[in-house]
């Protein structure tokens, strides 16, 4: 089973510097007149990242790093540089969540300012529904304590447009009653009857829906805590690159994902809606799944999506 360690890594944004020709980022002032902006050394957060070896979540890390807060990140793989301390965790076991928030824990000071839940697969097996839905929801649930003790704290959690495709409810529901054995079970029992496409859409379903839930109680909005959830369309990734190389996969990917505006994104056009939304400029947005996806929902779901 793997574990958790934790380390410190030189990259270029090492705890709040800003990399050389990187944007003096801007101040704000906050309810109450206080000056709670981003930028400086006053306004530096500590953000946690999940995922932040690859894809969005480095760019995340990077561009957080990028603009004077201290970055850690988390990933079960190697964190090479996305720009401050690094955690090894497997976010798709109980003792590799608990040790991720040990962990931040000792390298936030027992507080941090913001958290991105953004470590994820894009397997077709029942496995997945671990990291995808279980281990995020363990980031961000894990992680609230010290969201609490932070200043101008945020969360948020990467989903998916794939929220939106058909999706088992065996597996939501098992994911929402926190029953993990469960989930893995009805998301086996899909692959076997040739449904695995199920297993990634339901669990971030389930994602989605745990933010809904979660950010309008006294634990997130009640603690001043804004929770919400993006939701990108096809983003160049290692996770999306076997939907792209495969022809007929990537056929399927631009029926399944239509997205009219812009075309596929790059990780770095991800980065700043998450940014704002963790940042303390956003006050009152909680609750919301934000879509970033060139138009996909709006094709998919239509004006009747609302
Ligand atoms: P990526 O493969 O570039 O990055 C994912 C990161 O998560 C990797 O660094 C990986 O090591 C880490 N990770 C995987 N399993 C882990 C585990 N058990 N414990 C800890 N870390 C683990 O992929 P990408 O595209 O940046 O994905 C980030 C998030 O964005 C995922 O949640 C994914 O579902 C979501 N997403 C991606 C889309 C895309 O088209 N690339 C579209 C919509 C959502």
């Given at each position: 089973m793997a574990g958790a360690e934790t380390e410190r890594t030189e990259g270029p944004g090492e705890w709040g510097a800003r990399e050389p020709g990187a944007p003096e980022a801007e101040g704000s002032v906050g309810p109450g007149g206080r000056s709670v902006g981003p930028g400086g050394r006053d306004g530096a957060r500590t953000c946690l990242v999940t995922g932040a070896a690859s894809g969005i979540g480095r760019a995340v890390a990077r561009r957080l790093a990028a603009r004077g807060h201290r970055v850690i990140g988390a990933d079960i793989a190697d964190i090479k540089d996305c720009g401050g301390a690094a955690i090894r965790a497997d976010l798709a076991t109980v003792e590799g969540r608990a040790l991720l928030v040990e962990a931040a824990a000792e390298l936030g000071g027992g507080r941090l300012d913001a958290v991105v839940a953004c470590a994820g697969v894009g397997v077709f097996d029942a496995d997945a529904v671990r990291v995808n839905g279980f281990g995020a929801i363990a980031t961000l649930a894990g992680l609230r304590p010290l969201l609490a003790a932070g200043r101008d704290p945020r969360a948020l959690a990467v989903a998916s447009l794939a929220a939106v495709h058909e999706t088992d409810p065996a597996i939501v529901a098992a994911v929402l009653a926190d029953d993990e054995e469960a989930a893995v079970a009805a998301s086996q029992a899909a692959v076997d009857r040739g449904e695995a496409r199920l297993v990634y859409a339901s669990a971030?379903?389930?994602?989605?829906?745990?933010?809904?839930?979660?950010?309008?109680?006294?634990?997130?909005?009640?603690?001043?805590?804004?929770?919400?959830?993006?939701a990108p369309g096809i983003v160049r990734t290692p996770l999306s690159r076997p939907l792209l190389d495969d022809p007929e996969l990537h056929a399927l990917t631009d029926a399944?994902?239509?997205?009219?505006?812009?075309?596929?994104?790059?990780?770095?056009?991800?980065?700043?809606?998450?940014?704002?939304?963790?940042?303390?400029?956003?006050?009152?947005?909680?609750?919301?799944?934000?879509f970033v996806d060139g138009g996909a929902d709006a094709v998919l779901r239509g004006e009747e999506g609302w």
């Open positions: 971030k379903r389930a994602l989605v829906r745990w933010v809904r839930r979660a950010a309008v109680t006294d634990a997130w909005a009640g603690a001043g805590i804004p929770l919400n959830a993006v399944s994902v239509p997205m009219p505006l812009h075309g596929y994104a790059d990780p770095e056009q991800i980065a700043p809606l998450i940014d704002h939304l963790t940042s303390p400029e956003n006050t009152h947005v909680t609750g919301q799944v934000v």
